[in-house]
């Protein structure tokens, strides 16, 4: 599992550092609305990026590990699949720390967050002695990365009075009704076509899921300005190849 999620978060960790000298800047500069839409767009895009690999992989991961491990332990698949959803809220995360770290106010922010992302430990260890198995606790880790990121919420509006309303609105409602849609496909795909089981069956069914997951972000996740802001920074990353 860990494996799985240091190969797919290289590509958000990659993506995120580029845009992070342009929230510092932004701070410094105390434009706060330039701030809010890199703020925005970095959240967006990371989950986006991380989703597009992250979807087809977590549909196919029996075929995935049976290729790259013959046989797996029986709840490897539900492990890494919530490693995988850990992450994806996790990479939200990123432009709000890196934002709060600009306006040097992080004492005590460093004193919760810790706190809060320590306490999944005891959480953790408590439901152990109470029989929880380890779906669950991975269950709890992946929620305890979903209250992180309303603590830091909470800090970006206490010092840039950043508004978690808009940051709602603007990122989390587009991102599930993306989610949403490519379950629906999903699901409805899943009805008359067999899950992968072979090497080929693989790769034609992840085109056909990041095909339809790039869709969906394009014309449902992401307004008219994010689609131009992406087009601008992926032919603008083709042209320095």
């Avoid at 959803?85 to 600009?102: E, H």
Wanted: positive net charge.
């Amino acid at each position: 599992a860990s494996q799985v999620n240091s190969a797919v978060q290289n590509f958000v960790t990659n993506f995120q550092q580029a845009l992070n000298p342009q929230l510092v800047q932004a701070e410094a500069s105390k434009n706060r609305e330039r701030q809010r839409d890199l703020i925005f767009k970095s959240s967006k895009f990371s989950f986006f990026i991380m989703y597009l690999i992250s979807f087809p992989l977590i549909i196919n991961l029996p075929c995935v590990l049976s290729l790259w491990l013959g046989d797996y332990p029986e709840h490897t698949v539900a492990i890494c699949s919530l490693v995988l959803i850990g992450v994806l809220i996790s990479c939200l995360s990123g432009p709000l720390w890196v934002s709060i770290y600009a306006t040097g106010k992080i004492k005590v922010y460093q004193i919760v967050v810790s706190s809060v992302a320590l306490s999944v430990l005891p959480i953790i260890y408590i439901g152990g002695l109470f029989g929880m198995t380890s779906e669950q606790m991975f269950i709890v880790r992946a929620l305890n990365y979903l209250v992180v990121l309303i603590v830091q919420l909470y800090f970006l509006r206490k010092y840039i009075q950043f508004r978690s309303s808009a940051f709602l609105k603007s990122v989390v409602v587009p991102i599930i009704l993306v989610v949403i849609g490519s379950c629906i496909f999903y699901l409805i795909v899943n009805e008359f076509t067999p899950k992968a089981a072979s090497f080929v069956q693989l790769v034609m069914q992840t085109v056909m899921y990041a095909g339809v997951v790039s869709v969906l972000m394009m014309f449902v996740g992401l307004n008219k300005s994010e689609r131009n802001s992406l087009t601008n920074m992926f032919f603008s990353r083709i042209k320095s190849l």
